[in-house]
């Protein structure tokens, strides 16, 4: 199912089949079949790219799965199926005893580079069963259903992938043999050598500085692009409970709140003054009770015609009650004996039934939402004074993501540890600076100081912030130099997915955005290569990061606002 451009395929076709029982009752929980599209997508710098053509997803059943192998080798004819799912050893997993019967020929040499590789990095790879061949012009193989693992187990092969399709197809293999002379800059003869081991756009870790790239493989992309790119990968985070509180601050609602009772729960006086009989009218009346805003001193004797009670603003109104007059508009007329007590008051207006009344649920009734659905938490309070005057105590909002800072470099020195500088050295301002501005946006945020420009500590360093947060952003060490392993470290070491590496924009040319396959129950990773120039950190955290921060917390206006403005140069 090869394109064809005059004959000859312009690129590989691939199928990605998911074998999970999970996955198949619900798609949305597949998550190797993803990861290996956007592997295969990394390849579209090749002369000869993989394309992944048909997706699907099967249960562990034997019948199933070697369906739709079947279909596409035969009758798609793809030039790669690879299956992720069903290779342990649970008692579901038939994946490798579906495909071996439909084998023409077995691929040992393939299988032998999946488990070698895996192995080097966990010894947990040898339960894993991997098994690869050839059926007609395609190669099957299958790999783990974990994300990780597919990944790993594909990139071990992806460099060898096109010379053997190549044969199987009945190509000699020339074209890639040429390619990788010009990309591992080495002699090939007929020994089959290839270079490196992995297929990345980034320089080896591990090659001679006279072997690193002289122009940058990542394609140049417009902002837009970029923001889209990362406007894909930032997806809201999962909902949580939280208390009724301060620390509600920022956070954005995941469901309607509404009203579980009145307010208010009562009849209460809107003003300081006397309860009535509206059809009473103006007169002289005898005060018989007083009603405060407090339960202890509510009177629960019925107004009669003909008497008032005093009450107070927020009070109840007695029963029997119909309006409320304010004190402004009466005169006492006769006091207690002892001065502290009013017996009797002239009302001097006319009042209508219900006036000066807050009647029961007038301001909020039962079942009323009193907070929607993706309102956010703002500093001013209002949305918390609400949901506590209903008595809401407990309200389900997005969680807030946590990222983390570091700066990258030799040369950069933490300002807290030393006055003075020796040659060669400077400050490191992109991080307080990072810091502060996260402390204004309310995110929580995680310092993780300053890492050395060497291979091992970079990774070890990356890995141990990347189980503590879910976006760590990085500045320094993204561009072109031989000391820059900023990109190189994601790709080889982490097995992240480089989204892109260069944006059309000054500053902040080398902004690098890449993610890391989340584990279950947990969100894919976001990772930002910042540049290591202070203004050209400080403009591509607002212009990328701070998006993706408040996406990532729910917030609908989640975009930086873009203003026009005209400048004279």
Request: glycine content about 8%.
């Amino acid at each position: 199912m090869s394109s064809i451009v005059q004959g000859k395929p312009e690129y590989y076709s691939v199928g990605i089949l998911t074998v999970s029982d999970t996955c198949s009752r619900d798609s949305t929980k597949d998550r190797s079949g993803p990861v290996l599209k956007t592997l295969f997508a990394e390849t579209s710098q090749l002369k000869k790219p993989f394309h992944v053509v048909k997706t699907k997803i099967v249960k562990d059943d034997t019948f199933e799965i070697q369906k739709s192998v079947k279909d596409w080798c035969d009758v798609e004819n793809l030039d790669l199926v690879v299956t992720t799912g069903g290779t342990g050893f649970g008692i579901r997993d038939v994946t490798p005893e579906a495909v071996q019967p439909l084998f023409e020929k077995t691929c040992s040499g393939i299988t032998y580079a999946i488990i070698k590789a895996s192995l080097e990095k966990t010894e947990f790879a040898a339960l894993s069963r991997p098994v690869c061949g050839i059926r007609g012009n395609t190669i099957i193989l299958t790999i783990p259903g974990s994300p990780k693992g597919a990944k790993e187990n594909v990139q071990a092969i992806l460099n060898v992938l096109p010379h053997a399709i190549d044969l199987v197809r009945g190509e000699s293999g020339e074209n890639v043999h040429a390619q990788l002379r010009v990309e591992s800059h080495e002699c090939v003869h007929h020994d089959h050598k290839h270079g490196d081991k992995h297929q990345y756009l980034s320089t080896s870790l591990f090659g001679p500085v006279s072997q690193r790239k002289r122009k940058s493989p990542y394609p140049m992309i417009t902002v837009a692009e970029a923001l889209n790119i990362v406007a894909e990968h930032s997806n809201i985070l999962s909902p949580i409970k939280v208390p009724v509180d301060e620390n509600l601050i920022g956070m954005v609602l995941a469901e309607d709140v509404v009203a579980r009772q009145p307010v208010p729960g009562y009849r209460a006086s809107i003003l300081d003054g006397y309860a009535v009989i509206a059809n009473d009218g103006p007169g002289v009346y005898p005060v018989i009770g007083v009603s405060i805003a407090n339960t202890s001193h509510l009177s629960t004797n019925k107004l009669q015609p003909g008497q008032i009670a005093r009450i107070t603003t927020g009070g109840p109104v007695p029963p029997g009650a119909t309006a409320v007059v304010m004190v402004e508009d009466t005169t006492l007329v006769r006091a207690s004996e002892d001065g502290l007590q009013e017996e009797s008051v002239e009302i001097h207006v006319q009042v209508s039934d219900g006036a000066n009344i807050r009647e029961i649920g007038s301001d909020t009734s039962i079942g009323t939402i009193v907070a929607r659905k993706g309102e956010l938490f703002s500093a001013v309070g209002g949305e918390i004074g609400v949901l506590a005057s209903v008595g809401v105590k407990e309200v389900c909002v997005y969680r807030l993501p946590v990222f983390g800072v570091l700066s990258t470099g030799n040369e950069v020195i933490d300002f807290k540890s030393t006055s003075e500088l020796k040659y060669g050295q400077i400050f490191d301002s992109n991080r307080p600076t990072l810091l502060a501005i996260a402390k204004a946006t309310g995110f929580e945020v995680k310092d993780f100081g300053i890492v050395s420009d060497d291979a091992k500590e970079l990774e070890k360093r990356l890995k141990e912030a990347l189980t503590q947060v879910d976006v760590l952003v990085s500045t320094g060490g993204v561009s072109m130099g031989e000391l820059d392993l900023f990109k190189p470290t994601l790709q080889q070491s982490l097995g992240a997915t480089i989204h892109f590496g260069r944006v059309k924009m000054k500053p902040g040319k080398p902004t690098t955005f890449a993610t890391l396959p989340g584990t279950a129950g947990a969100p894919e990773k976001l990772i930002f290569g910042l540049p290591g120039n202070p203004a050209s950190a400080t403009v591509t955290f607002y212009l990328f990061v701070l998006p993706a921060l408040r996406k990532l917390a729910g917030y609908e206006n989640w975009n930086s606002p873009i203003l026009q403005a005209e400048v004279d140069i």
